[in-house]
Nanobody, 125 residues
């Protein structure tokens, strides 16, 4: 059974930083594009960032460009999201995603093969 387990969420003041991690039990993790999505209360889930299987390509939502950085360690089956200069509007449940069809499909369709259970990020003003 495939599991994506997020960690690292929490409460932080505006301007602060958090680092999210997602550990995947995927046997072929290094062949999957990975991404982060988020869902704020009363809003639809939205794309945040994605990284290709090799780590050579990354894509970011305009709202987080320059503040968030996605990375991966294929030896550890883990993807990360470093979040700096956090704003109250970044408050949401953050979900990890795994897509076998590549980063383009992950970003365009937002319907990955696997989702994590989510981790709460709360940014206070």
């Amino acid at each position: 059974q495939v599991q994506l387990v997020e960690s690292g969420g929490g409460l932080v003041q505006a301007g602060g930083s958090l680092r999210l991690s997602c550990a995947a039990s995927l046997r072929t993790f290094s062949t999957y594009a990975m991404g982060w999505f988020r869902q704020a209360p009363g809003k639809e889930r939205e794309f945040v960032a994605a990284i290709s299987w090799s780590g050579g390509s990354t894509v970011y939502a305009d709202s987080v460009k320059g503040r968030f950085t996605i990375s991966r360690d294929n030896a550890k089956n883990t993807v990360y999201l470093q979040m700096n200069s956090l704003k109250p509007e970044d408050t949401a449940v953050y979900y990890c995603a795994a897509e076998s069809a590549g980063i383009g499909v992950l970003v365009r369709k937002g319907n990955p093969d696997y989702w994590g259970q989510g981790t709460q990020v709360t940014v206070s003003s």
